[in-house]
């Protein structure tokens, strides 16, 4: 069965740094596309990086400088290194896969990693 393991959220001080994992399994298909989207209380869920099987990233403006996501393919895995967090940061964040089959598109999504900036 298709899944993704999230590790590495926690809280840290402004300024700090944390680092996400997360691992795809059971997916039978080339993956396409890994990335982390965020939530926090009250909002809707966005987009913080995608990156695809080939390496091109894309990041929001609001984290741009200060998060890079890289991909282990071999290992199906994505890592969000997050510095110079800010209380504003704070969020649940979730990972995504995005493979095809004939069917069409899949997304894959992670139970969700708790993500806490104290100012």
């Known amino acids: 069965q298709a899944q993704l393991v999230e590790s590495g959220g926690g809280l840290v001080q402004a300024g700090g740094s944390l680092r996400l994992s997360c691992a795809a399994t059971?997916?039978?298909?080339?993956?396409?596309?890994m990335g982390w989207y965020r939530q926090a209380p009250g909002r809707q869920r966005e987009v913080v990086a995608t990156?695809?099987?080939?390496?091109?990233?894309d990041y929001a403006d609001s984290v741009k400088g200060r998060f890079t996501l890289s991909r282990d393919n071999a290992k199906n895995t994505v890592y969000l290194q997050m510095n110079s967090l800010k209380p504003e940061d704070t969020a649940v964040y979730y990972c995504?896969?995005?493979?095809?089959?004939?069917?069409?598109?899949?997304?894959?999504w992670g139970q969700g990693t708790q993500v806490t900036v104290s100012s």
């Open positions: 995504n896969a995005v493979y095809y089959t004939i069917s069409g598109r899949r997304d894959v």
């Open positions: 059971g997916i039978k298909f080339n993956i396409n596309a």
């Open positions: 990156i695809t099987a080939g390496g091109s990233t």
